[in-house]
């Protein structure tokens, strides 16, 4: 006989069948939920961070049953944000744009995550990727080659370079272009929904201002896509980057601009379009005859190319024109124009291109001294040449067998990254052909041009018989132009140059930056040569507009003190301006960038300070200078100074279709003043205190 406590009535019986259903589907609910959901979020073990990191996972519906391979997307989320792309919109936007993309195409896609403990103390949530001055305990670049290593190892993944993409927002824009360009031998194509302008990258106590529009030629290999919203508060920004990659001929770049009012992922679908045409562009699997990179890294690695320095603090390390019969090799301190890094060699092994034991005669030419030296290397077992030279700009050319004839070569018109010529008068460039060959050039002819209308060629061809091997060709007398500017900014121009000789022809193009019309001369200036001065400077009250002036005390430079820059010392240059970009920055002092292309006076730290409140990363930059102590009496050097100002400007009738402007823009402003230094004016530099 049974215990009637285990016996239900038979009355009952149906409603404890639908009772069982109920916890039967209750237990089973998370199963079928999970079935479900069109994305997985998994972890992996991280030596870079040492310890578990996430992702989130979106794989094709047939995945499982296909057996297929699949290319992938990597995307980086924004700042404050995780790997599972929810804290701007909770879920309701990215991700199922993302999820119905996946679903109708054969792609997978991973959402990495940029989550660093230390930076996830404060404002909204955190920022990622450790990408600050301060930063660089974790280096994301390493962590996202161990995230690759581990995708491609679980997944079935097409794992050549043009199968491999990458994508991201804001912050995550910006480690899209970085990475890829840190990477283009292992990422084919890259896009950035309003990228973040610039952060920093290296190892940690030299960390770079790394901008990606100063670094285009990295992705001159690269299939690379800009995506814009209208309204986006750091449009400035964006329109810089897209108007350096639409200036570049060699990368493939496209651009797109919605209309929308916030900082926002946009246009997702057609974006993640675009990766599947680089996906399907078989010119990406090969390795390219001629390259361009430049690396934030002591020691690097890229198109088989290796890399070691003893690089003393912040620098950036190029290779330029890299192809098998040569190089060119150089350092700053800062990009795109600091001078040469601290360092004493370069440890440069090129990739397995040579004849194993074989030969090759290779000559060095140096650019601080303008001499060329010549020496022998031997191609090792596998194929490679290791070269060591300078920090301070080598022209490397490789004779032997396997190693192709270099063209003849523009050597660097300035120390800098660009000549800065005035409108208006007649300009002499400093024109300088090396012929890296073993043997002479013969019939030579060169001609200037430019398609730019603004570009007058008042002389632009030069002839010479011969040109013997290692000699440099000096056209600085020769070639003559003339630049017409309007007021406001710097304006790039491309000057081009054909070179003709017995056998051959080569071209080549190079920019420069004309000083605008109608510089005011500074009527107010303080020389900071040691000495401390409180100047009122203006300060952003929030991200709705308005401002005022604060006082901020500064000791500056080297020096004695006196408010003079002298032979031998050390100075800021502060400037008074009447008025900044925003409405209420009036008779405040700012610090100066400086340009001149005077020897006699060197710009030797970069100045590098957060704006305030701006939420870009981008930094003011200005100039910490030097006078030589062999300039001679009675010299005179002009000078441009170069002050930014910036502004919260918010206009609050203004819509995007139904909706207002949802945060003011950040605007920043270039002011430039005309000041000549000369050792005639005993006070020149002095101001009212």
């Known amino acids: 006989m049974s215990d009637s406590r285990f016996r239900a009535p038979r009355a009952r019986t149906g409603l404890d069948g639908l009772m069982r259903l109920v916890l039967v589907l209750s237990l089973l609910s998370p199963l079928l939920d999970a079935a479900a959901q069109p994305y997985s979020d998994h972890r992996h073990d991280s030596k870079v961070f040492g310890e578990p990191r996430n992702y989130r996972l979106f794989l094709p519906p047939d995945y499982d049953k296909s057996g297929k391979r699949y290319p992938v997307i990597y995307y980086f989320h924004g700042h404050s944000d995780r ?18 993309f996946v679903a109708a195409h054969e792609v997978i896609v991973v959402a990495a995550d940029g989550y660093v403990a230390k930076d996830y103390t404060g404002f909204y949530g955190g920022a990622p990727y450790d990408v600050f001055r301060s930063g660089g305990q974790f280096d994301y670049g390493e962590y ?12 079935r993944t097409l794992t050549g370079r043009r199968y491999r993409a990458t994508s991201g927002l804001s912050m995550g824009g910006f480690m899209s272009l970085y990475l890829s360009a840190r990477y283009p031998d292992l990422i084919g194509s890259a896009s950035s929904f309003n990228s973040g302008p610039e952060f920093f990258a ?15 030629a990295n992705h001159e290999q690269t299939m690379i896509r800009l995506i814009r919203a209208s309204g986006d508060y750091i449009s400035q920004y964006h329109e810089e980057t897209r108007a350096a990659y639409a200036s570049s001929p060699r990368v493939d770049f496209e651009f797109r601009q919605d209309e929308y009012h916030r900082h926002w992922a946009t246009s997702i679908a057609e974006t993640f379009e675009f990766h599947l045409r680089a996906f399907s562009n078989v010119t990406l699997d ?42 060119r090799v150089s350092t700053r301190r800062w990009a795109p124009d600091g001078p040469p890094a601290a360092c004493t060699t370069l440890d440069v092994l090129t990739w397995p291109l040579y004849h194993p034991g074989a030969k090759y005669g290779v000559l060095d030419y140096a650019f601080a001294t303008g001499k060329g030296t010549t020496r022998e290397a031997v191609a090792g077992p596998d194929g490679r040449l290791s070269i060591q030279t300078g920090c301070d700009g080598h022209e490397i050319s490789l004779s032997g067998p396997g190693a192709s004839a270099q063209l003849p070569v523009l050597l660097p018109l300035t120390s800098k990254q660009f000549i800065r010529p005035a409108p208006g008068l007649p300009i002499r460039l400093p024109i300088r052909i090396l012929n890296p060959r073993v043997a002479a050039l013969t019939g030579l002819r060169l001609e200037l041009s430019s398609a730019y209308p603004t570009v007058e060629i008042l002389h632009g061809r030069a002839d010479r018989s011969s040109l013997d091997s290692g000699e440099v060709w000096d056209l600085s007398n020769a070639l003559q132009v003339q630049f017409t500017s309007g007021e406001g900014d710097f304006t790039r121009v491309r000057l081009d140059l054909t070179i003709i000789f017995s056998g051959g022809e080569a071209r080549s ?4 930056l004309v000083a605008p019309s109608n510089m005011v001369e500074a009527q107010e200036v303080a ?20 401002g005022t002036s604060i006082g901020r005390t500064v000791t ?24 900044g970009l925003d409405p209420f920055d009036k008779n405040n002092w700012c610090r100066a960038k400086v340009y001149t292309d005077s020897p006699w006076l060197s710009e030797i730290a970069d100045i590098q300070e957060d704006k305030q409140r701006e939420w870009t990363g981008a930094q003011n930059r200005t100039s910490l200078v030097r006078l030589s102590q062999q300039v001679p009496a009675g010299t005179e050097i002009p000078l441009v100074l170069d002050c930014e100002s910036w502004s919260f400007t918010f206009t609050p009738d203004v819509r995007y279709g139904k909706e207002s402007l949802y945060q003011a823009f950040q605007l920043h402003k270039h002011h430039y003043f005309t000041w000549k230094w000369t050792t005639a004016e005993t006070a020149i530099g002095n101001s009212k205190e």
């Open 509 to 512: 193009s190079f920019d420069v």
């Open 83 to 100: 790997y599972t792309l929810e804290k701007y919109d909770e879920g309701r936007d990215t991700v199922p744009k993302i999820a119905a």
């Open 286 to 327: 090969t390795t390219p005859v001629e390259w361009n990179y430049t690396s934030a890294q002591r020691q690097f690695g890229v198109w088989g190319y290796q890399v070691q320095s003893d690089v003393v603090g912040p620098a950036v390390i190029s290779l330029s024109h890299v192809s098998q019969g040569g190089f």
């Open 144 to 155: 996202f080659l161990e995230l690759v290593r581990h995708i491609d190892s679980t997944y």
């Open 556 to 579: 500056e430079g080297n020096g004695n003190a006196n408010g003079v820059l002298e032979p031998g010392e050390e100075a800021s240059i502060w400037v008074n301006r009447s008025q």
């Open 202 to 216: 290296g190892e940690p106590g030299r960390r770079s201002l790394w901008r990606p529009k100063d670094h285009v």
């Open 527 to 546: 020389v900071l040569d040691g000495r401390t001065r409180t100047f009122p400077v203006f300060r952003q009250t929030g991200n709705q507009g308005g």
